[in-house]
């Protein structure tokens, strides 16, 4: 079993530059999002996803974008990458609501940085 | 909505020591799982412990355990006979029985010293 994979690993950007951080996982989970890291704030939810064509707003959504049009994968989108974009982002899965032992896989994260 | 506060930014212990990293959360719910997750330097998110809340048995997995005071809205995490491999950031998270959505405290890094 892969679990969550995550690509890539690192980036660097240019300002106003686009691009997509790709997720996958094959653990047939239900909800699947996306967080950054920042030093001092913890993870902070961007976008999460119940199923496979929905999905909704975290608490810091702008910026970016996501769809899901498959359980397997969820990709994040910058749209137009700004410096205060540079972090450390995490995708996650779990299996969904009401599941007994549940937990949250994560991907290995992704360091951006935008320049 | 809910909240997750981890009070302590940094703690220290000695090797073969006891630490214990406090964690206080606010719902309105009744139905949810409380997590601890550690991040070593490698920055891989590791699942440490997990809590659900209509239990009323504290969670225990080797040498980590938890105090979970239900009514107090307290979860704290206790490290026994703490290791040089133990240091790394620990977050304390919420995640909603219903949703699935994970809520993180801001960190608390913990250094083990030899």
């Known amino acids: 079993n892969a679990g969550v994979t995550q690509t890539p690993k690192f980036q660097v950007l240019k300002t106003g530059q686009s691009m997509t951080l790709q997720c996958a996982q094959d653990m047939n989970h239900e909800y699947m999002s996306w967080y950054r890291q920042d030093p001092g704030m913890g993870l902070r939810l961007i976008h999460y996803s119940v199923g496979a064509g929905i999905t909704d707003q975290g608490e810091v959504p702008n910026g970016y974008n996501v769809s899901r049009s498959t359980t397997e994968d969820f990709p994040l989108r910058l749209l137009s990458a700004a410096p205060s974009q540079t972090s450390v982002y995490f995708c996650a899965s779990s299996p969904g609501a009401g599941f007994m032992n549940t937990e949250a896989f994560f991907g290995q994260g992704t360091r951006l940085t935008v320049v | 909505a809910q909240t997750v506060t981890q009070s302590q930014p940094e703690m220290s212990v000695q090797e073969a020591e006891t630490v214990t990293l406090s964690c206080t959360y606010d719902?309105?719910?009744?139905?949810?799982?409380l997590f601890w997750y550690k991040q070593p330097p490698s920055r891989q998110m590791i699942l440490v412990i997990r809590q659900e809340a209509y239990k009323q048995q504290n969670a225990t997995e080797n040498r980590f355990s938890v105090n979970f005071q239900k009514a107090a809205k307290s979860f704290s995490l206790k490290i026994s006979d703490s290791q040089l491999g133990d240091t790394a950031m620990y977050f304390c998270?919420?995640?909603?029985?219903?949703?699935?959505?994970?809520?993180f405290g801001t960190g608390t890094r913990l250094q083990v010293f030899p």
């Open positions: 998270a919420f995640m909603n029985y219903n949703t699935d959505k994970l809520i």
């Open positions: 719902t309105s719910e009744s139905n949810y799982y």
